[in-house]
């Protein structure tokens, strides 16, 4: 029962595991509403490896430990992380991937998921504003998303490819946003650059990238020695989901000759809408793309993509061939890519494609943004609460104000966050932002609904008098 015999006719006996499983997770996932967003208790978890192999029927009732000790990312009420709940064809298609495990690596090992990939990545390229030149893999992650464009921006600037970074006299610099995500500073890191290479740019009042300091930083580097060779703009930053002036950047990154890549990651879903893409106005004008369908298009993680505007200079810059492989003559995919074997992600972001189209995405992301808007109002109504910036995404960053130095305000916010999942069984993260704590709701489940919003309001506001 390890393996499917591909000679035997014990369908049934498969079909039995299969079904308990699924029974299992269904049973979990419609009922996901009456159950905790957040485990309340230690998890514990005690089983030890057995030395003989053990029935199927007291496996799958250890699973059904682990899915109770579990995050609920299918409640709506869970709003603390950019956890969304995937689209049920997705996990289908996870499934079918597992089972047929091809390896994206080359063509001959996945024959019809390379040609997939290769005409969604173009498709989804073509939504940013690239043409047929673009080009692009799919990977798994944002951060290995951003290595991977890194490493082509730091090769095409300084020729590195082959012979390294050993000869250069001045030291490669990058600019970021110092609300981007760390992994700019672990690709650094990665790429022998080290993290002292990424020069942090101020943000304004609603979180955003700087940009006169940016171009202000870029001279002084160039004045003090150093090599500039990227700058890595955000949409949707991971605290306050904040959109970088993309446009703006670009500029800049076009008047000093800068590589431009954007951190897409989260944001870059707001390009399927006709009401809010122009958020991402300028993105069409970047070398690369990070973004990530795992997130705000909600597919099963993980599913991550890096698209580049000059698929050339990806296969310049990047590409190392695989002689083993027969075909030497079209590029395979684990060539120019960061991972080699690799498991095939894009079947269920091709199907929950074709399930909702790109204009029901337009919906969901619209949805989620008329929902930021009631969060937000709610907010703006109680003095008491403040907000850390002008929300631009569906994520909100705010944190209570009632009274008293930083440390017990930083306190009392911990409190309330407490407070909320014990008693409303409503989980909000607490990440530290501009030296303080503040509560984060990324308002991503598509079940969300103005009561669910009013519901937590009331929660805040008891906790409020109760203080």
Same mark, same amino acid.
């Given at each position: 029962m390890a393996f499917i015999n591909p000679n035997g006719n014990d369908f049934d006996q498969y079909r039995k595991l299969v079904d308990s499983v699924t029974e299992s997770m269904l049973e979990h996932l419609t009922d996901a509403y009456n159950k905790r967003t957040v485990p309340i208790h230690e998890v514990s978890f005690m089983e030890s490896l057995p030395r003989i192999g053990i029935p199927s029927a007291q496996i799958v009732e250890g699973l059904q430990r682990v899915i109770e000790q579990s995050i609920n990312v299918a409640n709506p009420k869970y709003m603390g992380h950019m956890d969304s709940v995937p689209t049920l064809i997705s996990c289908a298609g996870e499934f079918v991937s597992s089972l047929l495990n091809n390896n994206m690596l080359s063509i001959e090992m996945s024959p019809i998921f390379s040609k997939m990939e290769t005409q969604v990545i173009k498709e989804i390229a073509s939504f940013f504003g690239y043409d047929e030149s673009s080009g692009g893999v799919m990977l798994s992650g944002g951060s290995l998303a951003n *290595?991977?464009?890194?490493?082509?921006?730091?090769?095409?600037?300084?020729?590195?490819?082959?012979?390294?970074?050993?000869?250069?006299?001045?030291?490669?610099?990058?600019?970021?946003?110092?609300?981007?995500?760390?992994?700019?500073? #672990?690709?650094? &890191?990665? *790429?022998? *650059?080290? /993290?002292?290479?990424? !020069?942090?740019?101020s943000v304004n009042e609603d979180s955003q990238m700087d940009v006169k300091d940016l171009d202000q930083r870029i001279r002084s580097a160039s004045k003090e020695g150093?090599?500039?060779?990227? !700058?890595?703009?955000?949409?949707? /930053? /991971?605290?306050?989901?904040?959109?970088?002036?993309?446009?703006?950047?670009?500029?800049?990154?076009?008047?000093? $000759?800068?590589?431009?890549?954007?951190?897409?990651a989260y944001g870059g879903a707001l390009i399927f809408s006709n009401k809010h893409k122009n958020l991402l106005n300028g993105i069409e004008n970047a070398n690369s793309i990070t973004f990530n369908p795992q997130k705000w298009m909600y597919i099963a993680k993980t599913c991550a993509m890096v698209l580049f505007k000059n698929g050339e200079i990806l296969e310049?810059?990047?590409? !190392?061939?695989?002689?083993? &492989?027969?075909?030497?003559? /079209?590029? $395979?995919? %684990?060539?120019i890519s960061v991972q080699g074997t690799r498991h095939a992600e894009i079947l269920k972001l091709w199907l929950s494609l074709q399930q909702i189209g790109t204009a029901g995405y337009g919906q969901l992301i619209d949805h989620g943004l008329k929902m930021m808007e009631l969060y937000r109002d709610?907010? #703006?109504?109680r003095p008491y609460l403040q907000l850390s910036?002008?929300?631009?995404?569906?994520?909100?960053?705010?944190? %209570?104000?009632?009274? %008293?130095?930083?440390e017990s305000l930083d306190n009392w916010n911990y409190r309330l966050q407490q407070h909320l999942i014990q008693e409303g069984n409503i989980f909000l993260s607490l990440p530290t932002y501009r030296g303080n704590r503040w509560l984060r709701a990324v308002l991503l489940n598509p079940f969300l609904n103005e009561d669910i919003i009013l519901e937590v309001f009331d929660h805040i506001d008891n906790f409020y008098k109760r203080t």
């Open positions: *290595l991977e464009a890194l490493a082509v921006a730091r090769n095409h600037a300084f020729s590195s490819l082959h012979k390294g970074l050993h000869s250069l006299e001045k030291q490669p610099v990058i600019f970021t946003s110092e609300a981007a995500h760390t992994s700019i500073q #672990k690709a650094a &890191m990665l *790429l022998g *650059l080290g /993290t002292d290479a990424v !020069i942090p740019i150093k090599a500039p060779f990227a !700058i890595v703009a955000t949409a949707g /930053t /991971t605290v306050t989901g904040s959109v970088d002036p993309i446009l703006q950047i670009s500029e800049i990154a076009r008047r000093h $000759n800068l590589w431009l890549h954007v951190d897409a310049q810059n990047f590409r !190392i061939t695989a002689p083993y &492989m027969n075909d030497t003559v /079209t590029t $395979n995919i %684990g060539e709610e907010i #703006k109504r910036s002008k929300p631009q995404t569906n994520i909100i960053c705010f944190r %209570g104000i009632s009274g %008293g130095v930083p």
